[in-house]
């Protein structure tokens, strides 16, 4: 659908540059599933002469032969094995592209041999143009980008493909208001499966899909972990602990109620997957015991909090979304605090030209956001307030107290404070001290939306 990619320029030019190329090219494409790359390669190469093939659980070669004989009849004079195919094909197409290339490895894990024997015999003088894409981030990373890969050093270029920026949403729903931006982003991130899914206002949306016998929102979850894990209840475990604020290992443990078990195998998968991640006070280093869990994308915190614990009575058709309206005001307070930060980050030059942005949290202070530049010795302290008509005056005197606590170049640092609120009751900025409502982080979308 194109409107996946209004999104994905760079994403596009970088794919037209690999494939103008005049050599010999293999680029790894990987990311969670549903995050749209699939279409992002089928639209790049719908004008080039290629071979598409979606790998599944066995017979792959067969399978693949087969797929290559109904697009070029001439192919029934060969033998059935990789290395035939793919001589064959250096001469017959432009792109030969390999999807859900991890189904492959499990099928058989020699194919990455195989691979770099054929790329090393057969493609490597010609100008024709490979793609491997994968879901399983956790296995194309370890087993194709690895520098122990057996391709480790023939593929020319890699990407991963991540959410759509929340600033990019508008081209989703052109005309929508910011504060519907939010909600929507609360349910669907940026994954452009979900965004496509919405095709009227958010509430009606949700209330019709919640009703509906065959929603998505039922069994999406477990259809992705089902991909990734084989036993998937520890799991689902940690991840609903952590979407309900269990974000150290003993808080986790304790909501499993397996005080004495070893989960960071558990949590090392789910990180490796991309589900979870882990978050450290922004000057702190990566090794830091401060680490703290969280759930990586909006779906999967929205899904643990509002589908996943009532799902009996969504099957019995009996849930009322109302339950969801009367507290997604209380959800939404994180997922604006991240859209405050993609908004610092997208307008850092007029503010300053910072390197470093993060949370910070010591004993029982926390800010929700510090921006930092190590040269020049600036800090911005930032608190993020889904309320209207808020009253700055109280908040900013509480955040200047708690920022003298962050001990960073104290002496040195020039020192700023921000707000961020859906309202004020007043509005004063100053060199030092800025007010973000709404109506400021609507002015960021590009082009601009209309009022919320």
């Known amino acids: 659908m194109v409107i996946q990619f209004r999104d994905r320029v760079e994403e596009l030019k970088e794919l037209k540059d690999v494939l103008d190329s005049d ?17 992002l ?16 659980g066995e017979r792959n070669l067969e399978r693949f032969y087969q797929h290559c ?33 991890q189904n492959l490895i499990r099928e058989d894990e020699n194919i990455l041999h195989i691979l ?28 194709v980008l690895s520098y122990r890969s057996p391709l480790y050093g023939r593929r020319t270029g890699s990407m991963e493909l991540k959410a759509i920026p929340f600033f990019e949403l508008n081209k989703f729903f052109p005309g ?71 974000t150290r290992v003993n808080e ?58 009532n799902m009996s009575a969504i099957e019995e058709g009996i849930y009322d979304i109302k339950q969801i309206k009367a507290d997604y005001n209380s959800y939404l307070g994180p997922v604006f605090e991240n859209v405050a930060r993609q908004f610092l980050i997208k307008e850092r030059k007029n503010i300053f030209d910072f ?11 926390e800010i929700d956001l510090i921006a930092l530049n190590e040269q020049t010795k600036k800090a911005l302290f930032c608190e ?16 200047r107290i708690k920022s003298g606590d962050f001990r960073w170049h104290n002496s040195e640092r020039t020192e700023y404070h921000a707000l961020f609120a859906k309202s004020f009751k007043e509005k004063i900025n100053t060199p030092n001290t800025m007010l973000f409502d709404l109506k400021d982080l609507e002015k960021a979308f590009n082009p601009q939306i209309a009022g919320s």
Request: charged share 30%; hydrophobic share 40%; aromatic share 14%.
């Open 176 to 246: 929508y208001g910011i504060k519907e931006l939010i909600e929507i982003y609360g349910l669907a991130d940026g994954i452009p499966l979900y965004l496509i899914k919405i095709d009227k206002r958010f509430w009606p949306w949700l209330r019709e899909e919640i009703t509906r016998g065959r929603s998505f929102l039922r069994d999406e979850v477990d259809f992705i972990m089902r991909y990734e894990f084989e036993d998937v209840s520890t799991y689902k475990l940690i991840l609903e602990a952590i979407a309900h604020g269990k």
């Open 69 to 101: 004989l109904r697009h070029l009849p001439e192919v029934s004079r060969l033998r059935m094995d990789w290395e035939t195919l793919f001589e064959f094909l250096k001469n017959n197409v432009e792109v030969i592209i390999i999807d859900e290339f």
């Open 252 to 309: 986790i443990k304790d909501f499993m109620n397996v005080r004495r078990t070893d989960i960071s195998p558990y949590l090392r998968n789910l990180l490796e997957v991309r589900m979870i991640q882990r978050t450290i006070p922004v000057t702190e280093k990566t090794t830091s015991r401060k680490g703290r869990y969280y759930l990586s994308d909006n779906f999967l915190k929205f899904w643990f909090r509002y589908i996943y614990p």
């Open 23 to 39: 050599r010999f090219e293999l680029t790894v494409i990987y990311g969670r599933r549903r995050i749209g790359k699939t279409e």
């Open 41 to 56: 390669i089928l639209s790049a190469t719908e004008n080039r002469k290629r071979i598409y093939y979606l790998a599944v």
């Open 384 to 399: 993020c307030k889904w309320k209207e008509n808020i009253n700055p005056g109280k908040i900013l005197n509480e955040l």
């Open 116 to 143: 770099q024997s054929i790329t090393d015999s057969t493609l490597r003088d010609s100008q024709i143009k490979m793609f491997l894409l994968g879901s399983s981030v956790s296995m194309m990373t370890s087993k």
């Open 355 to 365: 390197n470093q942005i993060g949370r910070w949290w010591h004993k029982d202070n």
